[in-house]
Each structure stands twice: as structure tokens, then as C-alpha cells.
């Protein structure tokens, strides 16, 4: 059970996501079908995008800054151009390296500072930044975890209040089912915990035989008033499980 992908654990995986709405931004300046966030697994078989253009667009997706580290330093240049800007130590990375086969596409970039870059390649350049090594203390880690409104009776302790921006759960009329959906301006609520990394796993692992559970993926919300980084558990489909 434990090689289940939402009880392991991954650098890339702790990112936070990037909300649809900015992704939708970024794809009407780049004039670009579809705009996606990175994928923690890397891509080698998508389609490759001309680098000029692609390193470009993932530079604006996210923001200028690191992904990893969130450190971004930019001016502005003279020029028509929104998209002109000069950036000082950030690069464009390849999750899966392109030795390894992998391809110029938005699955598989990322924006990191050449301090995070030099840590993939000190990583026998295996496209994932060093990690420090699992110590005894490991699995005290803290994190919140957003819990699925049907499961959140099921826990005990303190239940703290959170909103997703740009998120809305609506009920889908042909899956009869409530799906949590990407809505510009929209707030979608949610019960969260704070729990280590051991509890995380008991909690996933009880919820397994009642929950499409496929993964999670990490977004950026506010809990109780703070911006934090929680895990939203998610279905095969990648949506976040209402």
C-alpha cells in the first residue's frame, strides 16, 4: 500500500499547483492551445514547443520566480512587449532531463533559480533538486491536509477553515456527483488538518477503500486567515476530490 502515489512523498510534488485561471491567462498572451503546469513526474512523450516560445511561456506561468524556492528577481525592459522582461538568476529546468529523453513541453519545465538548478545536478542530474536525507525526525514533519467534506466527520481534532481562490464545487448534473471545477474569482471552502507525515499516511491509507484516491497535489490556500501549503487529495482524473 505504501507505493500507492499519494503516500509517496516527492520535492515536486510539494509545490504548490498554479490555479487553472492564471494557466488560461498565459495561454491567450502566448496565443497557445493549452497551457499546463509542470508535472512532478517530468514529460518524454508530449509534443515538443519551439524553445524560444516555451521557455518564454513557462518563465511568465510562473510568475518570474522559482518554483522551488520562490526567490525572483526581474526588471522591466523598454519594449512593447509584456512578455520582454530580463531575469537574473532563474532558468528554465528540465524535470526529466533531456538526456533521458525528455521533451520541451509544459509538463515537463520549470522555473528554478540557478541555486535550485545547481542542486539537480549535484543530484547526478536526475532533474530533481537534493534533498536533505530522511533523518528520525522525518515523519514529524507538519503539513495540512484539505479533507474531503464527506470524510471530515470522520476525524477528530481541530478542524481549521480554508479557501482554495479560483475554485468552485458545483453539483455535475451526468456524474450525479459534486466536482470541484476551476471558477475565476470563485472560493471554494474546505476543512483541513495540520497532521505529520505518519498521520498523513494512517489518514490517506484508512480513506483508500472509500475514496477514488489516485494522488494529491499541493495548492496555495488561506487557513484560518494564514497563506499555507495544503495537500488536496485527488481522483484519477487529476481534479480535486469534492
Known amino acids: 500500500m505504501l507505493e500507492h502515489p499519494a503516500l509517496q512523498e516527492s520535492v515536486f510534488k510539494d509545490i504548490p499547483r498554479l490555479p487553472e485561471v492564471r494557466l488560461m491567462d498565459v495561454s491567450g498572451m502566448f496565443k497557445i492551445a493549452k497551457v499546463e503546469d509542470f508535472d512532478p513526474s517530468g514529460e518524454s512523450r508530449g509534443k515538443n514547443i519551439p524553445w ?3 521557455s518564454r511561456a513557462v518563465l511568465l506561468r510562473d510568475d518570474y520566480r522559482c518554483r522551488v524556492c520562490g526567490k525572483g528577481t526581474f526588471t522591466q525592459v523598454d519594449s512593447a512587449d509584456i512578455y520582454d522582461k530580463v531575469h537574473f538568476d532563474l532558468e528554465v529546468h528540465h524535470i526529466v532531463p533531456r538526456k533521458d529523453g525528455g521533451n520541451d513541453s509544459f509538463r515537463n519545465l520549470i522555473s528554478l533559480c540557478s541555486e535550485c538548478h545547481r542542486r539537480t545536478f549535484s543530484n547526478k542530474y536526475t532533474g530533481v533538486p537534493v534533498r536533505k536525507s530522511m533523518d528520525l525526525f522525518f515523519f514529524e514533519k507538519s503539513i495540512f491536509l484539505a479533507l474531503p467534506p464527506d470524510e471530515a466527520p470522520n476525524f477528530s481534532g481541530h478542524l481549521e477553515k480554508g479557501i482554495l481562490k479560483d475554485y468552485q464545487r458545483i453539483f455535475d448534473q451526468e456524474s450525479s ?12 471552502e474546505f476543512s483541513a488538518m495540520r497532521v505529520t507525515l505518519e498521520d498523513y499516511r494512517r489518514m490517506v491509507a484508512g480513506m483508500l477503500h472509500s475514496l477514488e484516491i489516485a494522488d494529491y497535489s499541493t495548492y496555495s490556500a ?12 485527488t481522483n484519477p482524473s487529476g481534479s480535486i476530490i469534492a
Open 222 to 233: 488561506i487557513i484560518s486567515g494564514n497563506e499555507e501549503k495544503c495537500r488536496f487529495l
Open 52 to 54: 524560444q516560445t516555451i
Open 177 to 188: 456527483r459534486y466536482v470541484v471545477v476551476p471558477m475565476r474569482g470563485a472560493r471554494l
